[in-house]
């Protein structure tokens, strides 16, 4: 607790004051040894025995301490916390003989190493006015102004829909799907700003920080305007968002999968009205899906939405899946997964977060991994029933579900293995571009070479074909890095329960294993260095909500 808020020493009428506020068991109280430095700095006289019983009597008002004797100005400096600010306090003599003078206040801040931002106009106007016993202001430093981040305006979106300009915008929960028109602006992007420096009265450099840039790109058909504030659509067709870039996909429309229709496969966005059977194969650059899945396959290198649940399916989703239901499914997610109301025996893996939104929700069987966050409503099958020493009444002694966070071995290998790709790519562009360069220099000396614009037309074809795996490695690295980012502030990862977890449930964090041994309700559990600890979830989930995937409509 600051001393200003356990004393408080004023002058006030020639009266040295005293308040000691009433102290309350077990909390802080007021050090007589500081109260005694404080008045010795202030150079203030006393009666130890009228200090004493002041001090024992705590009764919260300002009391009488000793008069203030004195020939000469007392000039009492005060720092801001920050050290922008520098304030004086005059308490006048009680016979004044000498006038006070700039000099004398400007001597009393020298020698505090106040030597910047001193105010002539504030420290005349205080002798003029005879500004005494109370702290005003004589100094200034110059505030630091931090520099304001980047944002898109996002011009595809209908006005009134937008969101207000300035706010962080997730672009994973941002509606698409709009139709738009070649040549149509899709985004304008707002630079970040630089900041100002600042410096303290004490000529302190005070940093600035400077605004980070909106990361939003162009992806398939489209591009930046000349001057790189614009985002425009290429083709026709309708928007889609995948990580940080945007894109304008043609969209195919069927009523279902099965038998009869065959496999679907499109470069493209699926809209599938009813169902999709079972042996079916569905592979797209993003799907939704009206009905529900059966025994079938779905790819997409975006997004999956699935209406009415997904039964015995396997599916690999490079962004984020969103369903009612899942059950017998094994699922693979790049980033957040999103079910309404139970995964039943299913294996789920996600890269960050995943979550059931129903309050009666739940999970039962199988394996359930993120990378970073898992909440739960409830963990087991609705209706379990428990012998009284909270144990659940069934034959088989093995966990039932298994909960885990944290980033695999798997994933720290792709991480490391995406920035090979990448280093191979741009290596083999360098060497492409020296090839090219050669050759024009050659075609530029000897003439027209049919073979060697055949050679040339080669090299150029493999250069712009390492670009676009560099480009592509680098921003499924740029996912892995915000992925392991999250990972550090979570320190491994975190499992909520809002509601019951039953007893035999096996949850893993960073490697480290633990058993429920009784069910019980409202648990979060995290690890520190002593192993897996388990919390309120109520308390903790209010530190990791906002990273929590919210799905657009």
Not at 383 to 401: A, D, F, M, R
Not at 473 to 500: A, P, Q
């Amino acid at each position: 607790m600051a001393k200003a808020e356990l004393y408080k020493i004023t002058i006030n009428d020639g009266k040295v004051m005293l308040r000691i506020p009433e102290q309350l068991v077990g909390a802080e109280t007021a050090s007589m040894d500081d109260i005694q430095a404080e008045l010795h700095l202030r150079n203030l006289d006393y009666v130890p025995e009228q200090l004493l019983e002041i001090y024992n009597r705590t009764s919260g008002e300002f009391d009488y301490l000793a008069d203030v004797e004195t020939n000469d100005y007392t000039l009492q400096i005060e720092l801001s916390e920050d050290e922008s600010r520098a304030y004086v306090n005059i308490i006048p003599p009680s016979e004044e003989g000498d006038p006070l003078t700039m000099e004398l206040i400007i001597a009393a801040l020298e020698g505090k190493n106040i030597f910047q931002g001193i105010s002539s106009k504030n420290i005349k106007n205080i002798i003029a006015d005879k500004i005494y016993y109370e702290p005003a202001l004589v100094a200034s430093g110059k505030s630091v102004v931090h520099g304001k981040n980047g944002y898109p305006e996002l011009l595809f979106i209908p006005e009134k829909s937008r969101p207000a300009l300035g706010t962080a915008v997730k672009l994973e929960e941002v509606t698409v799907l709009q139709k738009v028109e070649e040549g149509q602006e899709l985004v304008r992007l707002m630079s970040a700003t630089m900041g100002e420096n600042g410096y303290s009265i004490t000529g302190k450099l005070i940093t600035a920080k400077s605004g980070k840039q909106y990361r939003i790109r162009p992806g398939r058909n489209t591009r930046y305007n000349p001057e790189g504030t614009h985002i425009i659509a290429t083709k026709s067709g309708v928007v889609c968002l995948n990580n940080d870039s945007i894109s304008v996909e043609k969209i195919k429309v069927v009523d279902k999968v099965d038998a009869s229709t065959g496999h679907l496969r499109f470069d493209g966005i699926v809209k599938i009205r009813g169902n999709v059977a079972d042996r079916c194969i569905v592979e797209a650059v993003r799907i939704d899906i009206g009905g529900s899945v059966g025994k079938a396959r779905l790819r997409s290198l975006g997004e999956i939405r699935v209406a009415h649940g997904i039964k015995g399916a396997i599916v690999q989703c490079g962004r984020s899946l969103h369903t009612s239901d899942m059950t017998d499914t094994q699922a693979n997610v790049g980033e957040h997964l999103l079910v309404d109301d139970f995964v039943l025996n299913s294996k789920v893996f996600c890269g960050s977060t995943l979550q059931i939104t129903a309050p009666y929700g739940y999970v039962y069987g199988g394996v359930i991994q993120a990378g970073n966050l898992i909440l739960l409503p409830n963990v087991g099958l609705p209706g379990t029933k428990e012998t009284k020493s909270g144990k659940v009444s069934e034959e088989n002694s093995e966990p039932h579900t298994i909960l885990e966070v944290g980033i695999t071995t798997n994933n720290r290998k792709q991480f490391n293995e995406l920035q090979k790709l990448t280093d191979t790519a741009l290596q083999s562009l360098q060497d492409n571009l020296t090839e090219i360069d050669t050759i024009l220099k050659e075609l530029e000396a000897g003439g027209w070479d049919e073979k060697k614009i055949e050679t040339l037309s080669e090299f150029e074809t493999k250069a712009e074909k390492n670009v676009i795996s560099a480009f592509t490695n680098l921003r499924k690295r740029e996912t892995h890095i915000e992925i392991k980012d999250l990972n550090r502030i979570s320190n491994g990862g975190v499992v909520f329960i809002t509601g019951k977890i039953l007893t035999g449930t096996a949850i893993n964090v960073r490697r480290s294993r633990f058993n429920v041994p009784v069910t019980a309700t409202d648990k979060a559990y995290s690890f520190d260095e002593n192993g897996i600890k388990f919390n309120s979830c109520k308390e903790l989930l209010k530190n990791y909500q906002q990273y929590f995937f919210r799905m657009p409509a």
